[in-house]
């Protein structure tokens, strides 16, 4: 069974700091991906970044990377140069090769940046 | 290209009213899914297909069904509405991927239910 961990119920970060958002994952898929999604209080899903358990380089899309531990079942977002427009809450997610795309969701982090 | 569609955007149901949740997407995506998000617990996946004619049951699916008789459409059904079912419903679509996924799943705007 996959699951999917976020441990983090609300962070703060100052504007234009870096911030890490963790989550942790438990799978026994051989083959898997790894998603961020954020949510604004408008509520829409926005896919932000995707790491796939066999690449062997983190992603990076703009302000947004993903510190990926394989071997600590972690895939952490880090985002840099915070924004006001960055608060929202941010989901974790997985879908493994054995369980064809049903995806696993995280709890979700409410982060709120602070001018 | 629309993208992933979901109608309504609201609902009000009364207790033991059914009602059915529009979903359609215009990408050819083989892989559909309803999830349900729900104050400090994620989305949950409902139900979902994996092309027209096949459905399966997801983590949360009392209470609903789910039918797909083409590529572009999914309906939810709720046949007898509950106040447990306030919630909001999400639909997502993706394209089914050989090698595992690779790709994120689209999701639609979203549909707020309040069951009263």
């Known amino acids: 069974a996959q699951k999917i961990t976020q441990t983090q119920p609300g962070m703060f970060v100052q504007e234009k700091e870096a911030v890490t958002l963790d989550c942790t994952y438990d799978?026994?898929?051989?083959?898997?991906?790894l998603f961020w999604y954020k949510q604004p209080s408008s509520g829409e899903m926005i896919f932000l970044i995707y790491?796939?358990?066999?690449?062997?380089q983190n992603a990076t899309e703009g302000r947004y990377s993903l510190n990926f531990q394989k071997a600590r079942k972690s895939a952490n977002l880090v985002i840099s140069a915070s924004q006001l427009g960055d608060s929202a809450m941010y989901f974790c997610?997985?879908?493994?090769?054995?369980?064809?795309?049903?995806?696993?969701f995280g709890t979700g982090t409410s982060l709120t940046v602070i001018p | 290209n629309a993208g992933v569609t979901q109608t309504p955007k609201f609902q009000v149901l009364k207790t033991g009213q059914s009602m059915t949740l529009q979903c359609a997407q215009d990408?050819?995506?083989?892989?559909m899914s309803w999830y349900r998000q729900d104050p400090g617990m994620g989305l949950r996946l409902i139900h979902y297909?994996?092309?027209?004619?096949?459905?399966d049951q997801g983590e949360v699916p009392n209470g609903y069904n789910v039918s797909r008789s083409t590529t572009e459409d999914f309906p939810l059904r709720l046949l007898s509405a509950a106040p447990s079912q306030t919630s909001v419903y999400f639909c997502?679509?993706?394209?089914?991927?050989?090698?595992?996924?690779?790709?994120?799943?689209?999701f639609g705007p979203g549909t707020r239910l309040l069951v009263l």
């Open positions: 297909s994996v092309g027209a004619g096949i459905t």
């Open positions: 990408m050819n995506h083989e892989y």
């Open positions: 997610a997985m879908s493994g090769s054995n369980t064809g795309n049903q995806f696993y």
């Open positions: 790491q796939g358990s066999y690449d062997q």
């Open positions: 799978t026994s898929d051989p083959s898997y991906g």
């Open positions: 997502a679509s993706s394209p089914r991927l050989a090698g595992g996924p690779r790709e994120t799943q689209y």
